[in-house]
């Protein structure tokens, strides 16, 4: 059997290996470029990404590319520590989640299926998709069209085969926040932020974040409430610019953020965030989706790559087990709808929090005081975190 995968950020490459290692010959078409660059946000994979990266026999290769980070610990605008949400119980031999830099994390799993030798084709824009009793094909936007006995859109969140699966799909949703991204190298700020842990404010004018790593770096990120940056915006508004208006709406708190962007480097600008609560229609004949595309959820989730990953390991699953690909797509379906809905409906509620005005923030930090002190606890969480997606017994990875 031939898959034809669409998509190459982490879904895609995933997929592809997960499908080698039940007996599925991939084919991955990635729209980008073989070189991806450097910029770009960080992304955190929690326990139970980390469980699916170990299962298509990944982690080892692109652990050494993570930040440790077993905790997120939340922050008032004055500086008062609301709580502590932990990110999954740490894997035997140590390993706990891990926080990296998406393009870098994309990169080393489209490396690792080229080594195991799938077929990565980059640059291969998809631009439409269709399927009948024989299979699946793709056409690109060269004119060339590639067919198989399965295509499996993993393209993110404006998914070009949800369009042909139902032309009526629903399309992503504005959350109200623009991000912000960057890294302050070589800093001694990195001292005053607590190793492992993502630290993360609910300032009075934007949402902020930031992770110090082993080499002395900070990461950090911004959410800003307005509308949603155009086109024109980001592309006429000079890096300078928009560090300056982060530097200003983060002067209005405690902390290290100000002095961390103005002396960092501006990575991301104005990143609309989005996400996707509900696609009815996930698959349709021998078309089926994958990770953001059937449901992106808020980066306040931290759970959007890690369900991409237990997507890759469960789809394969379910092909390698069931009769058809039709089959396969319906019960995967069944395994994962609602577990992936409710999660993003869970980043949806974060991402309001972070919208607040000033008058609303003061009720609102001691809301979320008792929130995360007795709601969102290690026990509470372990439904998301303790979740492990397998391979079928007997399946190895190569």
Not at 46 to 75: C, F, K, S, W, Y
Not at 106 to 116: E, F, M, S, W
Not at 123 to 144: H, K, N, P, W, Y
């Amino acid at each position: 059997m031939r898959a034809v995968v669409v998509g190459g950020g982490i879904a895609g490459p995933a997929t592809a290996m997960a499908l080698q290692a039940v007996g599925i010959e991939p084919l991955l078409l990635d729209a980008n470029p073989a070189d991806r660059g450097e910029v770009g946000s960080w992304l955190t994979i929690a326990a139970n990404g980390v469980a699916a990266l170990d299962a298509i026999g990944a982690l080892e290769q692109v652990r050494g590319l993570g930040v440790p980070t077993d905790r997120n610990v939340m922050v008032s605008a004055s500086g008062r520590t609301l709580g502590v949400i932990p990110l999954g119980a740490a894997r035997e031999d140590g390993t706990v989640a891990l926080s990296f830099k998406r393009t870098r994390l994309a990169a080393a799993l489209t490396d690792l299926a080229r080594q195991r030798g799938i077929e990565v084709r980059s640059q291969s824009r998809v631009t439409s998709a269709s399927t009948d009793d024989r299979g699946a094909s793709v056409t690109l936007e060269s004119g060339e069209t590639i067919a198989g006995d399965l295509v499996i859109g993993a393209d993110g969140i404006n998914s070009v085969v949800r369009s042909a699966i139902d032309p009526q799909a629903p399309t992503r949703r504005y959350m109200g926040l623009a991000n912000f991204g960057g890294i302050t190298e070589s800093t001694a700020l990195a001292a005053s932020l607590e190793p492992g842990a993502w630290r993360l404010v609910f300032g009075r004018r934007a949402f902020f974040g930031a992770l110090p790593t082993p080499a002395g770096d900070v990461v950090w990120f911004a959410n800003v409430p307005r509308q949603p940056v155009s086109r024109q915006e980001r592309a006429t508004t000079p890096p300078a610019v928009w560090q300056a208006l982060l530097a200003d709406l983060a002067a209005a708190d405690p902390g290290p953020f100000h002095d961390l962007i103005t002396t960092g480097r501006l990575e991301l600008a104005g990143d609309n965030t989005y996400d996707l609560p509900h696609v009815p229609t996930w698959h349709r004949g021998r078309l089926g989706l994958v990770g953001d595309a059937i449901h992106a959820p808020a980066p306040s989730s931290g759970q959007g790559a890690s369900m991409a990953l237990e997507d890759a390991v469960v789809l394969a699953s379910c092909l390698h087990t069931e009769t058809t690909p039709e089959r396969a797509f319906t019960t995967f379906e069944e395994q994962r709808r609602r577990r992936v809905e409710r999660i993003v409906a869970e980043g949806a509620r974060s991402s309001s929090s972070k919208t607040a005005g000033s008058m609303q923030r003061i009720v609102q930090d001691a809301i979320l005081r008792i929130v995360f002190q007795r709601i969102a606890t290690r026990d509470t969480q372990a439904w998301i975190t303790d979740h492990r997606a397998t391979l079928p017994a007997g399946v190895t990875p190569p």
